[in-house]
T-cell receptor, first 116, second 112 residues
Framework: SAVISQKPSRDICQRGTSLTIQCQVDSQVTMMFWYRQQPGQSLTLIATANQGSEATYESGFVIDKFPISRPNLTFSTLTVSNMSPEDSSIYLC?????????????FGPGTRLTVT | AQTVTQSQPEMSVQEAETVTLSCTYDTSESDYYLFWYKQPPSRQMILVIRQEAYKQQNATENRFSVNFQKAAKSFSLKISDSQLGDAAMYFCAYSNTGKLIFGQGTTLQVKP
């Protein structure tokens, strides 16, 4: 499986500010996924980030609020913009496996965001 | 739209005993994949076991096994010889496009 790192691991931010979360993978992948996990809840897909094209957002998530960059095949960023306390969540990136395990997904350690 | 339902918010098991976590899903697709993920307090999502829908044989990974009933759209996880380290949130997930759809999760407590 891929080795995935995320930065920062946690942060406490003021409302109205923005935070950029980084996701780094140790191998090249076509797709990267960003998920949100609100407190005590399950994971919800925010968007799919493909290298060289615009990210594809799920219903309820918009680019102005969660802009995503995908400059190369091993790296992506998710920005949480104009934050409010409702954005307090764990944000996770994930990537598919390689070859025959392409249908599996592996997750980064997550970024715990608290908005005050 | 596909949905995944876990009807057990919390379960508990005695150490060394067996526990089964339930999951049902809804889809009109015939080819898809099902997964169980474990999320301990560290919040790292760990892939426990996977099942390809086209395979009739139930997947097994050491102490973890599934009971996959395709017609009933049921996908339960059995943990045998439960260990303290199994205590975590368990999520059932579905995929047929690469995107994962998760159930609500089941918190498993393991009692010594």
């Amino acid at each position: 499986s891929a080795v995935i790192s995320q930065k920062p691991s946690r942060d406490i931010c003021q409302r109205g500010t923005s935070l950029t979360i980084q996701c780094q993978v140790d191998s090249q992948v076509t797709m990267m996924f960003w998920y949100r996990q609100q407190p005590g809840q399950s994971l919800t897909l925010i968007a799919t980030a493909n290298q060289g094209s615009e990210a594809t957002y799920e219903s309820g998530f918009v680019i102005d609020k969660f802009p995503i960059s995908r400059p190369n095949l091993t790296f992506s960023t998710l920005t949480v913009s104009n934050m409010s306390p409702e954005d307090s969540s764990i944000y996770l990136c994930s990537v598919p496996g390689h070859g025959a395990k392409g249908y599996e997904q592996y997750f980064g350690p997550g970024t715990r965001l608290t908005v005050t | 739209a596909q949905t995944v339902t876990q009807s057990q918010p919390e379960m508990s098991v005695q150490e060394a005993e067996t526990v089964t976590l339930s999951c049902t899903y809804d889809t009109s697709e015939s080819d898809y994949y099902l997964f169980w993920y474990k999320q301990p307090p560290s919040r790292q999502m760990i892939l426990v076991i996977r099942q390809e829908a086209y395979k009739q044989q139930n997947a097994t990974e050491n102490r973890f096994s599934v009971n996959f009933q395709k017609a009933a759209k049921s996908f339960s996880l059995k943990i045998s010889d439960s260990q303290l380290g199994d205590a975590a949130m368990y999520f059932c997930a579905y995929s047929n496009t690469g995107k994962l759809i998760f159930g609500q999760g089941t918190t498993l407590q393991v009692k010594p």
